[in-house]
C-alpha cells in the first residue's frame, strides 16, 4: 500500500475542468474538504487552522480537452490530525462531497505508516489462511456453493459433501444467498460442520466452509461469533453492501476467530467508470486490507466479469505490499476453469485462492470431479508440471480441459 509522508493523507485525482480553473479547484477541494473556508478568516485565525487545512501537492496536465478544458491530475494532502482510523472518515474527507462534484474520479490514495498502523488490518492473513487449510506451497481452492436458494438444508448438505469430497480447501456460499427460509446460517454450519469432519478423517486435510454472514447490520457481530464457536471455517461478507466499517468491526473482534473472506458484489458500480468513481485497487485492495479481510475476492483479468489486468495487479499489489499489515490472500474469480490455472500463477504467484462455481458444478462428471481437477491442476503447476502432463494421470483434470480449454502458461 503506498505509503504518504507523515501526518497527511495524499488522494489524487483525475478530473476534467478548464485549464485557467485547475489552480483555484485544487485550492477549492483542499480547503473545502478540510477547513471549510479560508481568505475570509482573519490572520490569526487562519494560523491556528493551518494544521487543519488540506494542501495542494500537485497539478498535472494529462490531456489537451476542446474548448480550453483539460484533463488533470491533482494531488491534494489531508492532515491526518482531521481523520479517524476508519475507512468511513478517510472515504467522507477525500471522496464524500467531491464524488458529485462533475468529471472527477479517485485514482490513488496514500496513507502515513502511523496512520496505517492505527488499522487491525487481516487477523490472520495470508501465512494464517494457509495454517488453517494445512496447505503450503500451492495455491487454495475454493469451491462455490451454486444453487443454494429454495433448497432444503439436506439438499444443501448433499451439496456440500460432493464439493468437499474433490479435495477443495475452502467452500463458501454463494454471495447472493441470504434467505433463511429452508436453513439458517446456523444450521448450515452445524451440519456442514460434522460432513467436513468426516471428509477430514478419509483425506487427512481440512476442508473449511465460508458461510455467508447475513442479516440485520447490528446482529452481526453476535451471529458471526455464534457461527465462528459453531464451527464456521470462515465468513464471508458482501463489504461494499453492508460498508467497510462493518469488516473493520468484525476484524477487530478477537472473539471472532476465524478468517474473513471479502466478496466485491457492487464494488463495480463505483470502479466500474473511466471518468467517475474510485479506482478498483482501492476499494478491493487497500480499504479491504486496512479494514481487515483475509481474502479478497475480485474479477480475475480473463474470466466473466473481468478488471483490466493493469488494474487487477495494482489490486493484489495493495494486497501484499509491506506496510505493516499481514498481507491479503487474493482470490481472482468469475469464470475460473482449471485451464486458466497458470495464467493465474504467472500473473499472481502461488499465493492466490483459486475460486470458482461454475466450472466446479458444471464439470462433466460432476462437483466432486470438477474439485478434484482444480486440486490436481494447482498441484501440477506449483510442482513445475504441464496440466496437458498433469491430465495424463487425472481423468477429471482431462475432462476439465477437453470442455473449457487451456492455456500453456
Ligand atoms: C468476482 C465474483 C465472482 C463470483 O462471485 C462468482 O460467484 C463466480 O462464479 P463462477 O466461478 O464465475 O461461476
Redesign the pocket.
Known sequence: MAVARPGYVVAKYVLEDQAAQLSKRAEGIAVGLTVGSWTDLPAAKQESMKPYRGVVEGIEVIDELPEGRVRAEITIGYPTVNLTPSIPAVLTTVFGKLSMDGVIRLVDLRLPAEFIAAFPGPKFGVAGVRERVRVQGRPLVMS?F?SCIGQSLDELAAHFAEQAEGGVDLIKD??IFFSEQHATPEQRVARFRDIASRVEQQTGKPVLYAVNLTGRTFELRDRAKRLADLGAGALLLNVVAYGYDVLQELASDPDIHIPIIA???VAGALYGSATHGISSHILLGQFLRLAGADIA???SPY???TLAAKEGAALVESLRQPNGLKPVLPAP????HPGLVPRLVRDFGLDIIV?????IHGHPQGATAGGKAFVDAVHAVATGHSLKVAAEGSEALRLALDKWGYSAS
Open positions: 462455490i451454486k454463494d454471495e466478496h466485491p458484489a475476492i475480485y474479477p474470466g466473466s466479469v474469480s468469475a469464470g475460473i475460486n470458482a462455481g461454475g466450472a
